[in-house]
């Protein structure tokens, strides 16, 4: 399955748009992961347990975008974009969208 955030695929034809397909998930934030969050902004840096946790939530709901495509007979999703929602105290969601086509290299 070919995911790009461009509007087409180089070297290949849209042959069919099968429709909107999105994956979603929530993460809630870790005790154990704010304590060392709220260590490390003390000296400052990049706070690793958040980075490690939005990259597995990110994976994810690409999975589950990529689930719903070949579901509609998809080879490829175009025009992917993320959103980042706040659901409520320390928990946020993580959504991919993009349009399913069915491509074929072109001639």
Known sequence: MIVTSRDNVAGHEILQELGLVRGSTIR???IGRDILAGLKS?????IQE?????????EQAI????TE???TGANAIVSVRF????????????????????IEASK
């Open 28 to 30: 809630a934030r870790h």
């Open 42 to 46: 003390l000296v400052g840096g990049e």
């Open 50 to 58: 958040y980075t490690k946790m939005m990259a597995e939530a990110r």
């Open 63 to 66: 999975d589950r975008m990529k």
């Open 69 to 71: 495509a070949k579901a």
């Open 83 to 102: 959103s980042t929602a706040y659901v409520m105290g320390g928990t946020a969601e993580i959504m991919v969208y993009g349009a399913a086509v069915q």
